[in-house]
């Protein structure tokens, strides 16, 4: 796996590790695509980790194509901006607007203990698997599995970054969890949707592959079916996640992911991912903080806009007429009300990358 900025693909060495069979690759692309004996989706083989441009605005940020990647880097994101806000040392007292302009040696620090948290939590604090490229293919080409360069031997170019994140989670979580995470017996990771998957985002922030939100266990049945357990959210989440689509019903997100240990949400409203997050690691302890404070919104594709939330119930009037407003404005203001209901939102300035 490997991490590049604009300038120059950082690759690290490789060395001991254990060559793939073609058992788990036969495994791996079944549960990742639904089967093997065709060629996979051309977005996971091209997409890798890519920061934008170091020490200006939006340094902290991804990039990526609109795609099927979009919210696994979503995920990968929040993860950046946890090491990048709260857990780096901050020994120069920089600011907030400082620590999110990473120069090219902290983007890359970051991106790696980033994915280290991610799998360190899949495997329970207690194993990871890392998968890496090697020039040798160990799984030859044949009707029943058509040869992809990545899976078989995990090549490093043209940049399957993302793909090779998803599967060292998928082989620290172990198919077998994978599988029984899944509601529906031939399930499949990658599914149509445009931007991915909820399954692979709730793999990487909670460590199941599940695709239920709700707090807890809920078991389900009938009277002609045994009650079946419906895995949601076991613990509060450190990074939480917002969910909006037309008619929410069953898949609201409980409490342990609208109300996080830190103020980062990975938000999806209406088919699209990004992130929204506060500088205030205090915001969800502090009954007053929580009051009026700022939210940030960020996708990869390179927008970001500043919103004021004010939750005090005394300026409810609308800033200004809904027919004048942006659809994805609109839109992004019913999202943030799942979790904060009766708050007012202004919106303060946006940046939009190159």
């Not at 058992?23 to 990742?32: Q, S």
Request: net charge neutral; aromatic share 10%.
């Amino acid at each position: 796996m490997y991490a590049r900025n604009q300038q120059k693909p950082f690759r690290p060495p490789v060395t001991g590790g254990q060559a793939i069979t073609s058992e788990t690759a036969t495994a791996l692309r079944v549960i990742v695509f639904g089967g093997c004996a065709t060629p996979p989706r051309g977005e996971w083989l091209r997409t890798g980790f890519v920061f934008r441009e170091a020490e200006k605005d939006l340094a902290y940020g991804l990039r990526a194509p609109r795609n099927g990647t979009r919210g696994l880097l979503s995920a990968l994101q929040a993860y950046v901006l946890k090491y990048l806000l709260f857990e780096r040392k901050n020994e120069n007292k920089l600011s907030p607007d400082e620590l999110l302009r990473p120069n090219n040696g902290e983007q890359t620090e970051a991106l790696w203990k980033s994915i280290s948290d991610i799998l360190w939590k899949i495997g329970e604090k207690k194993k990871v698997v890392i998968v890496l490229p090697q020039e040798q293919s160990y799984v030859p080409h044949s009707i029943a599995y058509f040869q992809d360069s990545i899976t078989e031997k995990f090549q490093d170019e043209p940049g399957p970054g993302s793909l090779l994140l998803l599967y060292s989670a998928i082989l620290t979580r172990e198919i077998k969890k994978i599988k029984c995470d899944f509601v529906e017996e031939k399930q499949h990771l990658v599914m149509a949707t445009e931007e991915g998957s909820q399954c692979i985002v709730m793999l990487l922030l909670t460590g199941r592959a599940s695709p239920f939100l709700h707090n807890g266990v809920v078991y389900v049945g009938d009277e002609d079916h045994y009650a079946k357990a419906h895995f949601g959210v076991l613990t509060r989440s450190e990074i939480g996640f917002l969910f909006y689509e037309e008619e929410i019903g069953e898949r609201a997100p409980g409490s342990r992911l609208k109300t996080p240990s830190l103020p980062i949400w990975v938000v999806y409203c209406l088919g699209h991912f990004g992130i929204i997050f506060n500088t205030n690691k205090e915001l969800l302890r502090n009954y007053h903080a929580e009051r009026r404070f700022e939210l940030i919104y960020y996708t990869c594709g390179g927008n970001q806009c500043q919103l004021i939330v004010d939750t005090r119930g005394n300026t409810l009037t609308k800033s200004r007429p809904d027919e004048n407003v942006p659809t994805m404005i609109t839109n992004l203001e019913k999202l943030i009300h799942t979790k904060w209901e009766d708050a007012h939102i202004e919106w303060n300035g946006s940046i939009n990358a190159l």
